[in-house]
């Protein structure tokens, strides 16, 4: 079946570095892919999004490209803040399974002043 | 436009006691989900509506868990009793219609059984 794994965490950055939060899935067909960010005490937000391949999604420094070649969905910010610190999800909405989102199991990040 | 709502947002019960979670998704979106997060993890599908009807209730405890989405809109989801497990967040998500739409999610109830 569909699944998506991430890398484990607590990631643990100094502010201003380079962020990358590995993630790779399993799926049959197209499917699109998400990235979700939950703040603490807070519910999920959508981040980003990509629905083919090559394509590339960003939002708020953020980015992900859709890799098809290596079924991955990397996480990467060039300069991180300390209100980047969050739990970060990958999901992947498959075209055989309609309206059922896949998640990941989280990666904490905590970016240190 | 005003997001996904849902209420309460932290619950505090005995274990055997019934809980019952509401959510009002996003005007427009006829699909609903409720989703339940472990500590730790990522969400897990409970339930998916397709405006009244439940599409996908494979994932949902029925020995102890409802669910309902009357008229099509708001939602509720119950749980009798409780059991210690029963601890997480339980999140409402909507998203315009079946397939490759956005979901989005609301705030979350946050459930302790004690």
């Known amino acids: 079946g569909n699944s998506v794994t991430q890398m484990e965490g607590p990631v643990t950055l100094s502010e201003e570095a380079f962020l990358t939060i590995n993630c790779t899935y399993t799926?049959?067909?197209?499917?699109?892919l998400f990235w979700y960010v939950q703040y603490p005490g807070e519910g999920l937000q959508l981040l980003l999004k990509?629905?083919?391949?090559?394509d590339k999604g960003s939002n708020k420094g953020f980015e992900a490209t859709y890799r098809k070649e290596t079924t991955s969905f990397h996480l990467e910010k060039g300069s991180v803040q300390v209100s980047d610190s969050a739990v970060y999800f990958c999901?992947?909405?498959?075209?055989?399974?309609?309206?059922?989102?896949?998640f990941g199991q989280g990666t904490t990040l905590q970016v240190k002043p | 436009e005003a997001g996904v709502v849902q209420s309460p947002r932290y619950k505090i019960i005995e274990k055997k006691q019934p809980v019952a979670f509401w959510c009002n998704p996003i005007?427009?979106?006829?699909?609903l989900y409720w989703y339940r997060q472990n500590l730790g993890q990522g969400p897990e599908l409970l339930i998916r509506?397709?405006?009244?009807?439940?599409?996908?209730d494979s994932q949902l405890p029925k020995d102890r868990f409802s669910a309902e989405r009357l008229k099509g809109v708001d939602s509720t989801l119950k749980i009798q009793p409780a059991e210690l497990g029963d601890s997480a967040v339980y999140l409402c998500?909507?998203?315009?219609?079946?397939?490759?739409?956005?979901?989005?999610f609301g705030e979350g109830s946050w459930l302790t059984v004690v």
């Open positions: 998500a909507s998203s315009l219609e079946e397939g490759r739409n956005t979901i989005y």
């Open positions: 799926a049959t067909g197209y499917p699109s």
């Open positions: 990509a629905t083919k391949a090559d």
């Open positions: 999901a992947l909405h498959g075209s055989s399974n309609t309206g059922k989102l896949i």
């Open positions: 005007s427009g979106h006829n699909t």
């Open positions: 509506y397709e405006n009244e009807e439940a599409v996908d």
